[in-house]
């Protein structure tokens, strides 16, 4: 059974940082590519973030290029999204993804995620 579980969200001005973790369970953890997505109110699911199982692939949606980084520590099965100079426009809760597959498929596609975390929120204020 695998879990993945954020934490890290919360309310931040403009301009802010968060730093947000995922936890990993129940899989080999270095053998997949993890990704973040994002869901706003009344908005559909979108790509944030992914790497490559051995961390040296990284890949980024347009809107937070230069903004944030993910990261990911294999022997704490956990991977980051390091948040910087946060938009009210980033107010989404953030979600965690594992690929199907080890090669982790098209990184912004979300049918590539076979599991997902249960989310967390993270509000910018202006």
């Known amino acids: 059974q695998v879990q993945l579980v954020e934490s890290g969200g919360g309310l931040v001005q403009a301009g802010g940082s968060l730093r947000l973790s995922c936890a990993a369970s129940?899989?080999?953890?270095?053998?997949?590519?993890m990704g973040w997505f994002r869901q706003a109110p009344g908005k559909e699911r979108e790509f944030v973030a992914s790497?490559?199982?051995?961390?040296?692939?990284?890949y980024y949606a347009d809107s937070v290029k230069g903004r944030f980084t993910i990261s990911r520590d294999n022997a704490k099965n956990t991977v980051y999204l390091q948040m910087n100079s946060l938009k009210p426009e980033d107010t989404a809760v953030y979600y965690c993804?594992?690929?199907?597959?080890?090669?982790?498929?098209?990184?912004?596609?979300?049918?590539?995620?076979?599991?997902w975390g249960q989310g967390t929120q993270v509000t910018v204020s202006s």
């Open positions: 993804a594992q690929a199907r597959t080890m090669d982790g498929g098209t990184p912004g596609n979300p049918f590539e995620y076979r599991y």
């Open positions: 790497i490559r199982r051995n961390g040296g692939s990284t």
């Open positions: 129940g899989r080999t953890f270095s053998s997949y590519a």
